[in-house]
C-alpha cells in the first residue's frame, strides 16, 4: 500500500493495515541488509583475514559447557561418570593430555645442522708464521685443536651445450653413420634437461613463462616464453600415451576424491577473460597419484565424460553436477560426502549463531579427535574404532540438527548449514561403512594448492589448449610429490627416455613404478 506522508487515512483498519505493510518490509529488509553484511565479511576474510579454520581449545571449551548445560547426560551405571563419547585411550587422548607428546613443545629449538648429503669444501685459516710465537714467555705456540664452522655457499645455475658429432664410415658399397639418443621434441634444441627445468618451474615453483625469459636472459641466453609455450604444449603431446596409463591405474582404487577451482582464460574473440576450471582425481591410499582434467565450463559434461567406466566411491562436495552418478536404479558410483565442507559451513555462521553453531562445531570436533587415533589403524580397526565411537556422535549430531531447523532462519547463515547436513547426512555417514573412506577430502584439496598458488603468478592461462596442457604437466609433477619423488629427476628421465621406450611397457615409466626402479 502506498503511503503518501501528508494524506494519511482516519480509518483504524486501514492504518492497521498500513503497519502491519510496513513492518513486513522492515522485517524484509532486515534480513536482506543481515545477508548483505554477512556476505560482505565473508569477503573481507577472504580477502585480509585468516584463512585458518580451526577453533582454539578454550572456544571449544565454551561450546562444551554450553553444550552440557543444554544435554546434560545421566552417567551410565558402569562407566565413570566423566566418560564421554571419546576414547580416553591412545594416541588421540595422549596428545591431549600429556605435554610429553605436543610436537610444538617438544620443537626442536636451535639452528639445525646442514644436511649431510652436501659436498664439502674445506677452507683452512691458519695463523701468519710471525703470529705463532708468544712475545710474552718466547715460545713457539703448539696446535692443540681447531674451531669449526659451516656455512653454505650458493654456486649459481650453468648451462652447458652438448655438440652431438655422429661419425659416418662408408667402404666401397655403403655408408654407415652413427645414431645418437632420439630428442624428446625432434629437431628442437631443447634437451630434456632445459624441458624438465621449464616444466618444474612452471608447474611445482609457480614460475610463469615471461619470468623464465627473464631468468634466462641473465646468463645471455635468449629463449622466448612463446618457444618455451612451445615446447611444453609438445611435452604435453608427449607425454599424454602415458597421461592415459596415469588415468588407469587410478581408476583401480576404491575410493576416488574429486574438486574443482577455477581459472581465467584468455579468448580472443572477448573483451574479457572467461574462467575454466580444472578438476583433480585423486586415488586412494593403495593408488598414491592424482590426475587433472580442464574444461572450459563447470557443466556436468566434463566429470561425466573423464569419470567414464569408473565403478566405486566418489568422494566430493555437494555440486549438482555429480548427483547423476548417484541416482537411479544401479547407481554408477557410491556418494561419500566431506565432513570438512559441511564443518565449513557451520564455522561460518558461528559469527551469527554462536550458541547453536557452537555446538554443532564441538560435536563435529569429537569426530575429528576420534579420526586421529584412527589414523594409524589398519582399516578393519578403523572401521571397528568409527563404529563403536563416532556412530554415537553422528546420531547426537542427527537429533541436534533435528531440533534446531524449525529454530534458525531458512535463509540464515545456520539455516544454510543445517540444511546442507541434513540434505547430505546419508553421504555425510557413509566413511563409517568402510575404513578404506576418508572422513573429508582435505587431500584432494589440497592437491588443488599448486594451482590455486599459481595463478596468483602467472595469472591466467592463453587458450584451452594451454589447460588440456598444464593438466598432463601438473598430473605428473603432482603425482611425484604425492610419493616424494624429485618432480625435475623424474620429468628429465622419462622425457629423455619414452620416445624410445617400449609401448607395452609405458607404464614402467610412472611416478611410482618409476621411484620402484630407481631404489
Known sequence: MAIDPKHLPNHPETLQQ?????LTQLQSEVRERAKLQHLLEELLAAKRGRKSEQLSPDQLALFEAAYEAA?????????????DDEPK?????????????DPKKNKRTGRPPLPAHLPRQQVVHDLADHEKHCPDCHQDLRHFGDETSEHLEYIPASFLVIRQICRKYTCACTIRTATKPAQPIPKSNASASLLAQIIVSKCVDHLPLHRQEQLFARFQLELSRKTMGGWLTQCGKLLAPLYDRLKTYIWQSKVIGTDDTSVKVLDPELPFARTGHFWPYLGDAAHRAVIFDYTNTRARAGPHAFLAGYQGYLQADAYSVYDAFYKGAKPVLTEVACWAHARRYAFHAR?????????????ISRLYRIEKEAAPLSAADRHQLRQTHAR?????????LQSIRTEVLPKSPAGRAVRYLLNQWAALN?????GDLSIDNNATERSLRGIAIGRNNWTFLGSDSGGHTAAVLRSFTGSCQLIGVEPFA???DVLARINSHPINRLHELL???WAAAQA
Do not use: N, Q
Request: aromatic content about 8%; proline content about 12%.
Open 18 to 22: 498500513m503497519i502491519l505493510d510496513l
Open 71 to 83: 544435554f546434560p547426560e545421566p552417567p551410565a551405571a558402569d562407566a565413570d561418570p566423566s566418560d
Open 89 to 101: 585411550d591412545g594416541p588421540a587422548a595422549d596428545a591431549a593430555t600429556d605435554p610429553k607428546d
Open 351 to 363: 559469527e551469527t549463531d554462536t550458541a547453536r553453531m557452537g555446538v554443532l562445531l564441538l560435536l
Open 392 to 400: 554415537p556422535i553422528l546420531l547426537k549430531i542427527y537429533d541436534y
Open 430 to 434: 557413509r566413511y563409517c561403512d568402510d
Open 490 to 492: 623424474w620429468s628429465r
Open 511 to 513: 611416478p611410482h613404478h
